[in-house]
C-alpha cells in the first residue's frame, strides 16, 4: 500500500487548521479506542466492520431500499423523503462543505493514524476529503425522514444504523470523530429539509387529483400482483 506524503497542518485550509486545532484531542482519544478495540477482537470484527461500512457506499443502499419503500403505498412518502434527502445531503456534503474545509483524512495527516489504517483496512483509499463523512451523511438524510414520517417510538432506531456505519468509518481509520458529528448534523438538516419539501408538494400533488395524484396515492405494487394470480 503506497501512500503520499503527510500533509502538515500549516499547509491545510484554515478550515481543516481549525477543525484538527479543535477536535484534535477528541479524535485522537475515540480513534485509539477503536485502535485498541481491533487489536483486542482482530479479524472477525475487522471483517464485519468492512462489509457493513460498504452500505454507506456511494448512498446506493440507501438509494435502492427508498426505491423498494415507494412501490407500496403505505411507505411511499418515507422512501420519496429517504431519496430527496441522500440527494440533498450529497451536494451539501460533497460539493459544497467537503471541497470547502478540505481536511485530510487520518492517514494522510498523522503518521500514528496511517499505522491503523494499515493494520485494519486493506482495501483502497478514500478519494474524497474527511470533513464530513458522507457515509454519515447519506445515511442520516434517509434516516431522519423515516423518523419524522413514521411512528416516533419505533422510528428512532432508524438512528441506531446511522450511528453504526459512523462508528465503522472511524474503526476503519478513513474518518475522524468530528467527521461523524459533521455528517451527522449536515444529514440532519437534509433530511429535515426533504421532509418539508416532501410533505408540502406530495400532499398538494395528491389534493389535485390527476394522474400522477392518483398513482401517488393508490397505486401499490401488492396490488398488482394479486391482479396477476387473480
Known sequence: MEFSELVPLEQMSAAAQWINSVFG??????LSFYH?????????LDIFVQYFTKLGDGGIFLIILALVLMLFKKSRK?????????????IVTNLTVKPFVARPRPYDYLQQ?????????????????????GHT??????MTPV?????????????????ALGATR???????????????????????????IVNAVYNKIVSKGGKLGNALENFDIIDLFKKKSA
Open 25 to 30: 484531542s477528541f479524535d485522537q482519544a475515540i
Open 36 to 44: 485498541n478495540l481491533h487489536e483486542a477482537v482482530g479479524t472477525p
Open 78 to 90: 418515507v422512501g420519496i423523503g429517504m431519496l430527496l434527502g441522500v440527494l440533498v445531503g450529497a
Open 113 to 133: 493514524y496511517r499505522d491503523w489504517f494499515s493494520a485494519v483496512w486493506h482495501a483502497k483509499f478514500e478519494s474524497e476529503f474527511s470533513f464530513p463523512s
Open 137 to 142: 451523511t447519506a445515511a442520516m438524510s434517509a
Open 147 to 163: 423518523f419524522l414520517f413514521c411512528n416516533k417510538k419505533k422510528s428512532w432506531a432508524a438512528f441506531l444504523f446511522v450511528i
Open 170 to 196: 472511524n474503526y476503519i481509520m478513513v474518518h475522524y470523530p468530528s467527521d461523524i458529528i459533521g455528517g451527522i448534523i449536515a444529514g440532519c438538516i437534509a433530511g429535515i429539509v426533504s421532509y418539508l
